[in-house]
């Protein structure tokens, strides 16, 4: 089972909202990832827990707050997004950091 | 210059025909090698993972890497309708800082006609 799940699969929120996205791995991976993907782009990192503990921030604005409850779940904690965060949102997993990387399907976000 | 430079393509070929797909790196710390495939509005799907120069096979799909060069490549024999989509490289930085980042190219827009 490769199989990483992303809830909600779409979302729409206004920019004076708070919402929280979702990921469940149960591969027993010790790594877990945030991606941003725009249209026609490809992914880009936005943040890597390995071990439950935040390992990388690419220096993502504070409005973006991430959270790892414990070594199956990760959440992606939002509040006062702007439109241009509208986007592909993709949680990963991988065994340890560094190593091949299951994705998501990815929550689409709308912000209005 | 991006670490990480892919042919953008768009890419449309035959059923049948034999596809590849290139991509160049600039960071001799990129150590792991990866292809996905991802179709429109889905999650990137793994399809081939390599750490070492040379070729990995699985079903229709060859990986090649030359490390010396810092190029890697992807073919797809017998492409079929289904193969449409974008196909994206990917390395991982074994070192430094940012070890176990995963850096992508920009991707391959890939159409199989009938």
């Known amino acids: 089972d490769t199989e990483v799940t992303q809830t909600p699969k779409h979302l729409v929120m206004g920019m004076t909202n708070k919402k929280s996205l979702k990921c469940e791995q149960h591969?027993?991976?010790?790594?877990m990832y945030w991606y941003k993907q725009k249209a026609k782009k490809p992914p880009e990192l936005m943040f890597v827990?390995?071990?439950?503990?935040?390992?990388i921030n690419e220096s993502v604005p504070s409005r973006f707050s991430p959270e790892c409850p414990n070594s199956s779940l990760l959440n992606l904690h939002l509040h006062a997004l702007q439109p241009e965060d509208s986007a592909l949102y993709l949680c990963?997993?991988?065994?340890?950091?560094?190593?091949?990387?299951?994705f998501g399907s990815g929550t689409q976000l709308s912000v209005l | 210059q991006k670490e990480v430079e892919q042919d953008p393509g768009p890419l449309s070929v035959p059923e049948g025909a034999i596809v590849s797909l290139n991509c160049t790196y600039s960071n001799s710390a990129f150590q792991y090698f990866m292809w996905y495939r991802q179709y429109s509005r889905k999650g990137p799907e793994l399809l081939m993972y390599t750490y070492s120069s040379g070729n990995k096979e699985d079903g229709r799909f060859t990986a090649q890497v030359d490390k010396s060069s810092k190029y890697i490549s992807l073919f797809i024999r017998d492409s079929q309708p289904s193969d449409s989509a974008t196909y994206l490289c990917?390395?991982?930085?074994?070192?430094?800082?940012?070890?176990?980042?995963?850096?992508f190219g920009q991707g391959t827009i890939l159409t199989v006609h009938p």
């Open positions: 827990y390995s071990y439950e503990k935040l390992s």
């Open positions: 591969m027993g991976h010790r790594a």
């Open positions: 990917a390395t991982v930085n074994a070192g430094g800082t940012s070890y176990g980042k995963l850096t």
């Open positions: 990963a997993s991988s065994h340890l950091q560094g190593e091949k990387l299951f």
